[in-house]
């Protein structure tokens, strides 16, 4: 009997320094282990604020540079040529009518006929729409009330040197495929067509004027 004590004895020591050991060792690897990222009970502490992200996450770097808008110039009047003995100076084309179609269909075949024929075109630009209201009266009374609006669009093909033996050749061209409806006019570019590009703010105008007149 004493001998299966003392044997006893000795497993159980021997299993006690085994547990001891085996918990000291998972001591050293948990305590070796980083902290975790999250833990299961709540807490207001956010670990990964700490740690490095390595740049993960940005993409304002990954957008092209913004390359600041230039602005404009106020825009200058061109030069105005001359004419001479064998060429014209600078010429205004003016077409004009209610449908903004056609007059912008037929200001590009004068443009195209230009560069066939070798003349210079300055400038092709658009004029302010202008608005007409047509009145009608009635039939018993005086009173009078708008029947229709009416739109007129402008455009301009400015050209210039034109050759004087080429002029009737390309007046004849153009006034053969002139559309109904549309209006024509060939002159001499001014300064006045110039200022017309621009729309009038007449309430604008009369504040600087005030301006000016303080000063």
């Keep these: 009997m004493s001998l299966l004590i003392r044997q006893l004895q000795v497993s159980l020591t021997q299993q006690s320094i085994l547990t001891n050991q085996a918990s ?95 003349v210079r075109v300055s400038e092709s630009y658009a004029l302010p729409t202008k608005s007409t209201e047509v009145m009608l009266m009635q039939e018993q009374g005086t009173k009078m009330y708008i029947d229709a609006l009416l739109k007129t669009h402008e455009r301009i093909v400015q050209i210039s040197s034109m050759n004087a033996t080429l002029c009737p050749t390309f007046m004849d061209v153009v006034l053969q495929n002139q559309p109904e409806g549309v209006q024509l006019s060939v002159k001499e570019h001014v300064e006045r067509d110039f200022l017309e590009r621009f729309k009038a703010r007449p309430q604008l105008e009369g504040l600087m004027a005030q301006v000016n007149q303080r000063d």
């Design 24 to 118: 000291a060792l998972l001591q050293r690897v948990t305590s070796s282990l980083p902290a975790p990222l999250c833990r299961l009970a709540p807490t207001n502490e956010r670990h990964y604020r700490t740690m490095p992200t390595h740049g993960i996450g940005r993409w304002k770097y990954l957008l092209p540079k913004e390359v600041p808008r230039k602005k404009r110039d106020k825009l200058q009047m061109k030069p105005i040529r001359g004419s001479t003995a064998t060429e014209y100076g600078s010429l205004s084309v003016k077409v004009s009518g209610y449908d903004m179609t056609v007059v912008e269909h037929y200001s590009q075949y004068i443009h195209n006929l230009c560069n066939r024929l070798g």
